[in-house]
T-cell receptor, first 113, second 115 residues
């Protein structure tokens, strides 16, 4: 069985501040992890993925995430928030034998001017 | 067209109507998915097709009927829906299952309102 917990359904940061969105996973086998972003009235767009290569993964739009096995975490960060980063962010997990992604409940990011 | 497209983008239907949602992927993938996204709830996987064969059906009511005529097209046929079926329906595609783990690419969704 696998699951994802996203801590904080809403996160607000000031423009230019650090963005930190938290994701913890549970998986009985080595996981594959993903972050997706959803802008209003749009589908989900892949930001980055971890598939057991480098533990620090760089994605699009300046985002990155670090896989920490000891903490079962895959937090998403960006050094400096931009107004255009305001969106909902989803963490997802799957294992090599799983047929589906399991998504977290999402974190709504608000960027304040 | 590129990526994953969905039509219509918005749909309002009565409970006695029959309608269909269409999804088309232009990525050369051969696995396709239907998800339901309701307010305040996590994404719910509804159906998975891999190589045009349905491989997952997550206890979805029979008023939702999927169809995958080829690897590029996926339909969701709707009939006698309930107001609680109002949601954003997302289609996604990926490389075929069982050949490694590949990310899913999503369409923009169809916003369905059942009156």
């Amino acid at each position: 069985a696998q699951s994802v917990t996203q801590l904080g359904s809403h996160v607000s940061v000031s423009e230019g501040a650090l963005v930190l969105l938290r994701c913890n996973y549970s998986s009985s086998v080595p996981p594959y992890l993903f972050w997706y972003v959803q802008y209003p009235n749009q589908g989900l767009q892949l930001l980055l993925k971890y598939t057991s290569a480098a533990t620090l993964v760089k994605g699009i739009n300046g985002f990155e995430a670090e896989f920490k096995k000891s903490e079962t975490s895959f937090h998403l960060t960006k050094p400096s928030a931009h107004m255009s980063d305001a969106a909902e962010y989803f963490c997802a997990v799957t294992s090599g034998s799983a047929r589906q992604l399991t998504f977290g409940s999402g974190t709504q990011l608000t960027v304040l001017p | 067209e590129t990526g994953v497209t969905q039509t219509p983008r918005h749909l309002v239907m009565g409970m006695t109507n029959k309608k269909s949602l269409k999804c088309e992927q232009h990525l050369g993938h051969n696995a396709m998915y239907w998800y339901k996204q309701s307010a305040k709830k996590p994404l719910e996987l509804m159906f998975v097709y891999s190589l045009e064969e349905r491989v997952e059906n997550n206890s979805v009511p029979s008023r939702f009927s999927p169809e995958c005529p080829n690897s590029s097209h996926l339909f969701l046929h709707l009939h006698t829906l309930q107001p609680e079926d109002s949601a954003l329906y997302l289609c996604a595609s990926s490389q075929a299952l069982g050949q490694g783990v590949y990310e899913q690419y999503f369409g923009p969704g169809t916003r369905l309102t059942v009156t």
